[in-house]
């Protein structure tokens, strides 16, 4: 089955997290199952990946289902749909968004509202390609004047975009942006953070010594796991 899951994934992958950079590997019962990276320990019945895009999670879902693991979509975690939950909880519904534009129907559907510019609740920093230090210079005003929270939805220090060319990613914008002094915090919803791995666990109902960790990102994801 994990050979299989292995196979299909690498097919597709391309095509679903572009801007990954790295090999599918798994790490299980301490020995390397596939490719040449990986962490956790132990084989559950069911198995969780973490897409950076909303977009994947149907198709993650599938790829999984197809190979023998009892997966529906609403297994599949993102950092962007816990940013959106962080920020519930929490009140804050109008952010400076510094993330993909195809993205903001998607924070509008789950009631953020994104801004360009002026008064904000929190400053919510994501992948996106186009990314130049004049986006980031919206942030200057909310974070140093009026202290709001900088979330990340993954501190990746870069990605590959849809042509494979390597490009900033949040964790070295985040990593500028926290230089500033704010009186605010730095908050990091996925990778490297602890947040993502703990809720997927507990969403199946399952502790790391009976998940299996699959990963496209190793250097990223293995910090943690």
């Known amino acids: 089955m994990v050979n299989a899951l292995m196979q299909h994934l690498e097919a597709e992958r391309r095509e679903v997290v572009p801007e990954e950079d790295g090999e599918w590997a798994i790490y299980s019962g301490g020995e390397f ?11 559950t019945s069911r198995e969780l990946s973490f897409p950076s895009q909303e977009a994947g999670r149907e198709f993650l879902a599938a790829a999984l289902a197809a190979v023998g693991f009892p997966v529906t979509a609403e297994h599949v975690l993102t950092a962007l749909g816990l940013g959106v939950r962080w920020l519930r909880e929490r009140n ?5 968004w510094l993330g993909q534009d195809d993205l903001r129907d998607y924070l509008a559907d789950e009631g953020i509202e994104t801004v360009t510019g002026g008064p904000c609740d929190a400053v919510v920093l994501g992948a996106d390609p186009t990314m130049a230090v004049a986006s980031l210079e919206k942030a200057l005003a909310p974070l140093l004047e009026d202290g709001v929270d900088l979330v990340c939805l993954n501190r990746n220090p870069y990605f590959r975009d849809s042509r494979g060319i390597r490009r900033y990613g949040p964790g070295a914008w985040a990593a500028a942006l926290a230089t500033l002094g704010g009186s605010g915090r730095t908050v990091t ?5 602890e947040t993502i791995y703990n809720e997927g666990l507990k969403r199946v109902g399952a502790v790391p010594s009976e998940a299996l960790f ?3 990102d190793p250097p990223a994801d293995l910090v943690t796991a």
């Open 33 to 43: 199952l596939s490719g040449s990276f990986l962490g956790v320990a132990g084989v």
């Open 189 to 193: 919803v996925g990778k490297p953070s």
């Open 214 to 216: 699959i990963s496209d």
């Open 92 to 96: 804050l519904r109008r952010v400076l």
